[in-house]
C-alpha cells in the first residue's frame, strides 16, 4: 500500500508536525508553533527544494573530513584531510580516528579566522598579565601549546515574527487654578500590530562549550560570512555539533519573543505610564544557517576544576575565568601578615 500521507516539518525548528483536528492546522509538539495548511506547505516546499540544491557540496564534504573521536571525553572533532587531530581541544587527551562525517553536517557558511595563532598567543599573554595570582603552568610555553584554532559550530536563526501588543496608556496633565489642584488622567487602549524580522541569532551548537563564554565573545561580524569550503578547515580543528536545533530553539526564541515585545513596547511613545496587558509574539518561520565561527579556544584543569578561555578568532574579545593560585594567594598572605607583625613589633619598642 501507498503512504500517501504527507509528513510537515515545522518551519521553525524542523521537528515532525501533527495535525490538530480542532484547530484545523499544524502544531509543532516540540517548540509551541502553529501553522495553517498553506503555511505549511509554502515552507515544507521551500525548505525541500534547498535540500536539494545542497546535496552535491554535501559529497564534497563527505568526501574532504576527517573525523577524530575522543576516548576520554567523547568529543568528536573534525578537520580536513590534510590536517591531523592528535590531542582533544577539551581535555588534552591524545584523539583517534574514526572515519567520516556524512554530509548533514555539513556547514552552510563560515567566518574565517582573522587572528592567526601568534596574535592569539599574544592576547593571551597579555591578559594573563592583567591578572595576579596565576598558577605558574597556566602561562607557561606548555599551556600554550594546547591553545587550539576551533571552528565552533552555530546554529544562526533568522525569525520572522507576527506580534500583536495591547496596552493601557495614561497621560496625566495637572494645573492650578484659584485654591483647587486639577489633574486630569487620560487613558488610551493602544494596540500595536507588526510583522518583525530578526537577523542573525547565534546559539552555540556544542554542549560541551558553556553557552555563557560564547555569548561572552559575541558579537561576531556575519558581514564576512563565506560559503563554507572545506580549505577552510586546513590547519584548524572543528566540533560536531551535539545540540541540534530542535534543542536551540528555546533559547532562539527567548531572544526573538523579548526583542520584539521591547520593540513594540518603545513604539508607544508620549505616555506617563503603559500597562501591557496582552502580548503574543508569534514566529512563523526560521531560517537556519549552521555555521562555523572562528574561537581560540583553551582549557585548563587546576585542582580538580576545569578552567575555559576564549578568543573570539575575527574580533579578538576575550573570556575566560581565571584559575587562581591558593598557594601564591597564600604566600602574599602570609608576607602581609608577617609584615603586621614586624611593623607591631617596631611599635611596642619605640613605645618601651
Ligand atoms: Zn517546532
Ligand atoms: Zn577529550
Same mark, same amino acid.
Given at each position: 500500500?501507498?503512504?500517501?500521507?504527507?509528513?510537515?516539518?515545522?518551519?521553525?525548528?524542523?521537528?515532525?508536525?501533527?495535525?490538530?483536528?480542532?484547530?484545523?492546522?499544524?502544531? +509543532?509538539?516540540? +517548540?509551541?508553533? *502553529?501553522?495553517?495548511?498553506?503555511? +505549511?506547505?509554502?515552507?515544507?516546499? %521551500?525548505?525541500?527544494?534547498?535540500?536539494?540544491?545542497?546535496?552535491?557540496?554535501?559529497?564534497? *564534504? %563527505?568526501?574532504?573530513?576527517?573525523?577524530?573521536?575522543?576516548?576520554?571525553?567523547?568529543?568528536?572533532?573534525?578537520?580536513?584531510?590534510?590536517?591531523?587531530?592528535?590531542?582533544?581541544?577539551?581535555?588534552?587527551?591524545?584523539?583517534?580516528?574514526?572515519?567520516?562525517?556524512?554530509?548533514?553536517?555539513?556547514?552552510?557558511?563560515?567566518?574565517?579566522?582573522?587572528?592567526?595563532?601568534?596574535?592569539?598567543?599574544?592576547? *593571551?599573554?597579555?591578559?594573563?598579565?592583567?591578572?595576579? *595570582?596565576?598558577?605558574?603552568?597556566?602561562?607557561?610555553?606548555?599551556?600554550?601549546?594546547?591553545?587550539?584554532?576551533?571552528?565552533?559550530?552555530?546554529?544562526?536563526?533568522?525569525?520572522?515574527?507576527?506580534?500583536?501588543?495591547?496596552?493601557?496608556?495614561?497621560?496625566?496633565?495637572?494645573?492650578?487654578?484659584?485654591?483647587?489642584?486639577?489633574?486630569?488622567?487620560?487613558?488610551?487602549?493602544?494596540?500595536?500590530?507588526?510583522? @518583525?524580522?530578526? %537577523?542573525?541569532?547565534?546559539?552555540?551548537?556544542?554542549?560541551?562549550?558553556?553557552?555563557?563564554?560564547?555569548?561572552?565573545?559575541?558579537?561576531?561580524?556575519?558581514?564576512?560570512?563565506?560559503?563554507?569550503?572545506?580549505?577552510?578547515?586546513?590547519?584548524?580543528?572543528?566540533?560536531?555539533?551535539?545540540?541540534?536545533?530542535?534543542?536551540?530553539?528555546?533559547?532562539?526564541?527567548?531572544?526573538?519573543?523579548?526583542?520584539?515585545?521591547?520593540?513594540?513596547?518603545?513604539?508607544?511613545?508620549?505616555?506617563?505610564?503603559?500597562?501591557?496587558?496582552?502580548?503574543?509574539?508569534?514566529?512563523?518561520?526560521?531560517?537556519?544557517?549552521?555555521? @562555523? @565561527?572562528?574561537?581560540?579556544?583553551?582549557?585548563? %584543569?587546576?585542582?580538580?576544576?576545569?578552567?575555559?578561555?576564549?578568543?573570539?578568532?575575527?574580533?579578538?574579545?576575550?573570556?575566560?575565568?581565571?584559575?587562581?593560585?591558593?598557594?601564591?594567594?597564600?604566600?602574599? +598572605?602570609?608576607?602581609?601578615?608577617?609584615?603586621?607583625?614586624?611593623?607591631?613589633?617596631?611599635?611596642?619598642?619605640?613605645?618601651?
Amino acid at each position: 500500500m501507498a503512504n500517501d500521507v504527507q509528513q510537515y516539518k515545522c518551519p521553525n525548528c524542523a521537528a515532525e508536525l501533527r495535525f490538530h483536528p480542532n484547530k484545523q492546522g499544524f502544531v +509543532c509538539e516540540y +517548540c509551541d508553533s *502553529f501553522f495553517t495548511p498553506e503555511e +505549511c506547505k509554502a515552507a515544507n516546499e %521551500e525548505m525541500n527544494a534547498q535540500a536539494q540544491q545542497n546535496a552535491p557540496m554535501s559529497d564534497a *564534504f %563527505e568526501n574532504g573530513n576527517q573525523l577524530f573521536s575522543c576516548p576520554s571525553c567523547g568529543a568528536e572533532i573534525v578537520t580536513d584531510c590534510n590536517t591531523s587531530a592528535t590531542e582533544c581541544f577539551y581535555c588534552h587527551n591524545p584523539v583517534v580516528l574514526k572515519g567520516r562525517l556524512s554530509g548533514e553536517y555539513r556547514p552552510s557558511k563560515v567566518i574565517p579566522f582573522r587572528l592567526t595563532r601568534e596574535d592569539a598567543e599574544n592576547l *593571551f599573554k597579555n591578559w594573563c598579565s592583567k591578572r595576579k *595570582f596565576l598558577p605558574k603552568t597556566f602561562t607557561s610555553q606548555s599551556q600554550l601549546m594546547h591553545m587550539a584554532g576551533v571552528y565552533v559550530p552555530f546554529w544562526v536563526a533568522d525569525c520572522d515574527i507576527n506580534g500583536t501588543m495591547r496596552a493601557v496608556c495614561k497621560k496625566l496633565r495637572s494645573w492650578t487654578s484659584g485654591n483647587y489642584r486639577y489633574t486630569e488622567t487620560k487613558e488610551f487602549d493602544v494596540f500595536r500590530q507588526a510583522k @518583525l524580522k530578526f %537577523e542573525g541569532i547565534p546559539a552555540d551548537g556544542s554542549s560541551k562549550i558553556e553557552d555563557a563564554l560564547m555569548e561572552a565573545i559575541e558579537p561576531f561580524d556575519y558581514q564576512q560570512t563565506v560559503p563554507f569550503e572545506m580549505s577552510y578547515l586546513s590547519g584548524f580543528l572543528s566540533d560536531k555539533y551535539d545540540v541540534n536545533k530542535v534543542q536551540v530553539f528555546p533559547r532562539i526564541r527567548n531572544r526573538a519573543v523579548n526583542g520584539s515585545d521591547q520593540l513594540l513596547r518603545s513604539s508607544m511613545i508620549g505616555y506617563d505610564s503603559i500597562r501591557v496587558t496582552q502580548s503574543d509574539m508569534q514566529i512563523l518561520r526560521t531560517d537556519w544557517q549552521y555555521m @562555523l @565561527l572562528p574561537v581560540w579556544f583553551m582549557t585548563y %584543569e587546576y585542582q580538580g576544576k576545569q578552567y575555559s578561555f576564549a578568543i573570539n578568532g575575527q574580533t579578538g574579545k576575550q573570556a575566560g575565568t581565571p584559575p587562581l593560585a591558593t598557594g601564591r594567594l597564600l604566600a602574599v +598572605c602570609a608576607a602581609i601578615a608577617a609584615a603586621c607583625t614586624a611593623f607591631g613589633a617596631l611599635i611596642g619598642w619605640v613605645i618601651a
